[in-house]
């Protein structure tokens, strides 16, 4: 078993086409030497950048010398990015000749079982997901070795809930539970859709479940959730399949700043930095403006002072509902998801707020002219001030007394520990930006 830095640098050897540690068993295909300035093959990965391990931090790409802003740091090109596209390019190398092979491997007499069409009507979560815990399974004859060799393991992900013991996962506050109960649900129906896929081949329980362990599929299945980065493809079904996983750049850990911007074009996927970088800094991303929640649920970290952490108060508000309020909002589009931050009420919330003041909403023609912005929310402010208050006051109660998990200690299993003291962090920061909404009215 190779360490990381020797996987580091079969990774790079095989982006920058040079004979790696894998080269000699597996089935690469020739390109030349990245020596052409306009070669489509060409890769560029700056030497003022290093992948490092930092405590508490984890692993992340750093600067060992001074970048300036617009400074082009990475290239990778389409060739050793997995997404829809490139995957179902390779499946069809197998899928040309469906007769099975002698010398077939076991995976790749799996896919001859599939038509391009099969594989096609697959999302790009369910498709990579498929494709990355098989082509594990080739070792060395797969060309993906040493971009799937530097795959985040089952232990990176212990902060996702989705890793919670029932009784941890009970800490939770209550929309986080929510929120990562809606990502299981995902990973379970991917999941249940490929096995099922397999088993119509007239494959036995046993082989299907061998070819594609529910675990393994899920560490595929995170792998891709957390590392993806967005791009369009021509091949996608919707936005939500437009998405590819990159070698070395998905080392770049994420920000609430904008620090690098990523650019997608024939060439390949550039990164470029958008600010200054001393020596010693690390590189980072924006992935979005992400909540803390959000973060814990689809990422598993926390971000300890988010400029973008909002709080999630649609159980509070929907609990204060009538029917015909309910009715209303829902004929608007304007139901659930209600949200507040740093620089106010959402829209959605203040038009939730003033629904709870009208008894017969779809009457008020006041709040219909809110609604298509002929008004303002002034002549509502005072009864939202109430109820906004009133809710807030229940966060920093349910908050602080769920603090103290940030000092836990009490838990033998040292992983639960963490987990624990995260959420008590996750509570802390509920509970100041709750203080904070309730002190700017």
């Not at 580091?8 to 004979?19: A, C, E, G, R, S």
């Amino acid at each position: 078993m190779f360490n990381f830095e020797s996987k580091l640098q079969n990774l790079i050897k095989w982006i920058d086409n040079k004979d790696c540690l894998y080269s000699q068993n597996a089935k690469l295909s020739s390109l030349n030497p990245s020596s052409a300035t306009n070669s489509s093959n060409q890769s560029y990965i700056s030497s003022n950048l290093v992948v490092k391990d930092v405590e508490g931090s984890g692993r992340g790409i750093y600067t060992n010398a001074t970048l300036t802003s617009d400074t082009k740091i990475i290239r990778v090109p389409h060739k050793y990015l997995l997404n829809f596209k490139t995957v179902l390019s390779a499946l069809s190398r197998y899928l040309k000749n469906t007769s099975v092979d002698t010398g077939d491997d076991e995976i790749t007499k799996v896919y001859k079982l599939f038509t391009l069409e099969e594989f096609s009507k697959l999302t790009s979560f369910q498709l990579l997901s498929f494709y990355i815990t098989l082509e594990k399974k080739r070792g060395f004859s797969s060309f993906w070795k040493p971009f799937l060799d530097t795959l985040a393991s089952e232990d990176d992900f212990k902060f996702m809930p989705l890793y919670f013991s029932d009784n941890v996962f009970g800490l939770l506050p209550k929309t986080t539970k929510k929120h990562a109960t809606i990502v299981k649900t995902r990973f379970e129906r991917d999941y249940e859709l490929v096995k099922n896929l397999l088993l119509s081949k007239n494959l036995d329980k046993q082989t299907v479940e061998n070819l594609l362990p529910k675990s393994e599929f899920l560490l595929s299945w995170l792998n891709i959730n957390s590392r993806c980065l967005y791009m369009t493809l021509p091949t996608s079904h919707t936005t939500e399949d437009n998405f590819t996983l990159a070698p070395y750049i998905d080392f770049i850990n994420h920000s609430d700043d904008d620090q690098c911007h990523m650019k997608i074009d024939s060439l390949g996927f550039h990164v470029t930095t958008s600010t200054k970088y001393e020596v010693g800094d690390q590189i980072f991303f924006n992935y979005g403006p992400h909540s803390n929640e959000l973060l814990l649920c689809e990422y598993g970290f926390i971000i300890p002072h988010n400029k973008w952490d909002d709080l999630n108060i649609s159980e509070q508000l929907i609990s204060k509902m009538s029917n015909s309020q309910i009715d209303f909002l829902k004929d608007q589009d304007y139901f659930d998801n209600y949200t507040l931050n740093s620089e106010g009420l959402s829209f959605r919330t203040e038009v939730c707020l003033a629904t709870l003041q009208e008894p017969m909403p779809g009457e008020s023609r006041k709040l219909r002219a809110l609604i298509n912005g002929i008004i303002d929310n002034e002549s509502y402010r005072k009864g939202n001030t109430i109820l906004i208050k009133s809710i807030l006051n229940e966060i920093i109660h349910e908050s602080n007394s769920h603090q103290y998990l940030q000092f836990s200690n009490a838990d033998n299993n040292n992983d639960n520990k963490q987990r624990k003291q995260l959420i008590g962090a996750l509570y802390k920061n509920r509970s100041k930006l709750a203080e904070n909404y309730l002190m700017s009215i």
